[in-house]
């Protein structure tokens, strides 16, 4: 079994920073790629940050120069430290870990994210 545990989400002001983590746990040996993504209320999920093993990064576009995505593949944990937040960057984050293994995606439970003007 797989757990993908994401914390670091809360309330902030507009042009705070926030830092989220979500730490992977159980039967998953080969972690490939690591993400971030989020969903607003009546919106899809979408990408906002992506990291490759070899620590190869992607952004959206409307994240970029703002956030940044990082990983330790020891503790098997990915980070998104997030700066100059917005409140369109209010939502639901939910982290996504690639098992290169069995091919398989698994999601976390998601963190709230709210950013107040």
């Known amino acids: 079994q797989v757990q993908l545990v994401e914390s670091g989400g809360g309330l902030v002001q507009a042009g705070g920073s926030l830092r989220l983590s979500c730490a992977a746990s159980?039967?998953?040996?080969?972690?490939?790629?690591m993400g971030w993504y989020r969903q607003a209320p009546g919106n899809q999920r979408e990408l906002v940050a992506t990291?490759?093993?070899?620590?190869?990064?992607n952004y959206a576009d409307s994240v970029k120069g703002r956030f940044t995505i990082s990983r330790d593949n020891a503790k098997r944990t990915v980070y998104l430290q997030m700066h100059s937040l917005k409140p369109e960057d209010t939502g639901a984050y939910y982290c996504?870990?690639?098992?290169?293994?069995?091919?398989?995606?698994?999601w976390g439970q998601g963190t709230q994210v709210t950013v107040s003007s």
């Open positions: 990291i490759t093993k070899g620590a190869t990064t």
């Open positions: 996504n870990v690639h098992d290169s293994d069995n091919e398989t995606y698994y």
């Open positions: 159980g039967s998953i040996f080969s972690i490939n790629a």
